[in-house]
């Protein structure tokens, strides 16, 4: 079993910049991609970015050149800076990891990101 934990969130005014983290821990070799999705209020949880063992990153459109993903030098960590902050940003950040094959799926408790000016 895999458990997540993020670190990290807050408030930042419009246009600042705040990072991110999630620790995974239990059987963490099974982990083949870890990321971020997010859920504001009344809407769905969407896709932020994700990264896989071999690097590969992917972002949703709305946040690509303001956002990056990377990874610690353990690989059971991953990060995610949050650049140029728009109020549409603001949402609960999930930390995300899926096995190979994607034959189990784990979610972080989630860590606020609120952006206001």
């Known amino acids: 079993q895999v458990q997540l934990v993020e670190f990290g969130g807050g408030l930042v005014q419009v246009g600042g910049s705040l990072s991110v983290s999630c620790t995974a821990s239990?059987?963490?070799?099974?982990?083949?991609?870890m990321g971020w999705f997010r859920q504001a209020p009344g809407k769905q949880r969407e896709l932020v970015a994700t990264?896989?063992?071999?690097?590969?990153?992917n972002y949703a459109d709305s946040v690509k050149g303001r956002f990056t993903i990377s990874r610690g030098n353990a690989r059971n960590t991953v990060y995610l800076r949050m650049n140029s902050l728009k109020p549409e940003d603001t949402a609960i950040y999930y930390c995300?990891?899926?096995?190979?094959?994607?034959?189990?799926?784990?979610w972080g408790q989630g860590t606020q990101v609120t952006v206001s000016s």
């Open positions: 239990g059987s963490t070799f099974t982990i083949n991609t």
């Open positions: 990264i896989t063992r071999g690097g590969s990153t």
């Open positions: 995300h990891a899926q096995t190979l094959r994607s034959t189990a799926v784990y």
